[in-house]
């Protein structure tokens, strides 16, 4: 099997052509991005532009029904998910994927191993104490050290998307697809996971499906706009907010940019 390398700056994952269809109906319609390692993307759009057939394409929770995905130059499109996740693509799931009885550190615990024992890493036997110190260090990148021992059921909703991150990560993937990480959240929470996502776009691939353009505008060096399953704009976020066509979308729905 080919090495997939993931330099800093390198292109990890590349969509040509990427187009999803549902009967007659084009979700999607031949999009063509390149995300390269060491940045966080975001791809926008307003309700209903395609943005989260994308990450289902992109997290190969769904199959193209045209174009080709590459991952480290190979092609991916049509594994089988669990595939993905091995590869080092990891999603996070808006239907929650925490163990509400078990604490935040149990389960990352349990995200650790599961992921651990399904590829065979970890099998000395001091490997339980190893997973019990990565947890606390994940727990740490996520802001959640303080909650440790709490149930997960008993944090807030904030906390317990920041906790479901945690989970995505425990696989160490090499890129981190999030859809929607603010979805009903207020604008304290918001501000809380847009700070947790810039600390960990330092060191990690994120790639971001977002529909609130003004939230994004600060965190990202590079924006896709979706509008009716096309690709009309690529650029940085000054490009965007310069972008004719973009402006347009946006303002013509209530709200504007969306809020923040
Ligand atoms: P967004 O995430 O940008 O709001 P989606 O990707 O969820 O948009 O949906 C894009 C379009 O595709 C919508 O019109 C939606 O109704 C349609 N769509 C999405 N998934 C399906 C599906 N499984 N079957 C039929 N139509 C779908
Ligand atoms: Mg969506």
Redesign the pocket.
């Known amino acids: 099997m080919a090495q997939v390398s993931t330099g800093a700056g390198e292109v990890l994952l590349e969509a040509r052509g990427l187009g999803r269809r549902?009967?007659d109906?084009v979700?999607?319609d031949g999009v063509s991005a390149q995300f390269r390692a060491g940045r966080i993307t975001a791809v926008i759009?307003?309700?209903?532009?395609?943005?989260?057939?994308?990450?289902?394409l992109l997290s190969g929770a769904l199959r193209p029904t045209s174009g080709t995905l590459l991952f480290g130059g190979r092609p991916i499109a049509g594994l089988p998910q669990h595939r993905f996740a091995h590869l080092g693509i990891a999603r996070s799931y808006q239907i929650t994927s925490l163990f509400p009885r078990l604490t935040a550190h149990e389960n990352l615990r349990t995200a650790m191993q599961a992921f651990a024992a399904r590829y065979d890493l970890w099998t000395r036997r001091d490997a339980l104490r190893d997973l019990a110190e990565r947890a606390d260090a994940l727990l740490e990148a996520i802001g959640l050290a303080a909650r440790r021992d709490r149930p997960a059921a008993s944090l807030s909703h904030g906390e317990q998307r920041a906790l479901e991150i945690g989970v995505a990560l425990a696989a160490a993937p090499k890129l981190l697809l999030l859809?929607e990480p603010t979805a009903g959240m207020g604008p304290e929470e918001t501000k809380a996971m847009v700070a947790l996502l810039r600390r960990l776009s330092e060191e990690r691939t994120i790639l971001l499906?977002e529909?609130k353009m003004k939230m994004i505008l600060g965190l990202s060096e590079r924006i896709l706009v979706?509008h009716h399953?096309r690709l009309i704009a690529d650029g940085t976020p000054a490009e965007i907010q310069a972008d004719a066509e973009v402006r347009r979308v946006y303002l013509g729905q209530s709200g504007g940019y969306g809020h923040a």
């Open positions: 549902f009967g109906f979700a999607l759009g307003p309700n209903g532009a395609g943005k989260s057939t994308f990450f289902n859809d499906v529909h979706l399953g």
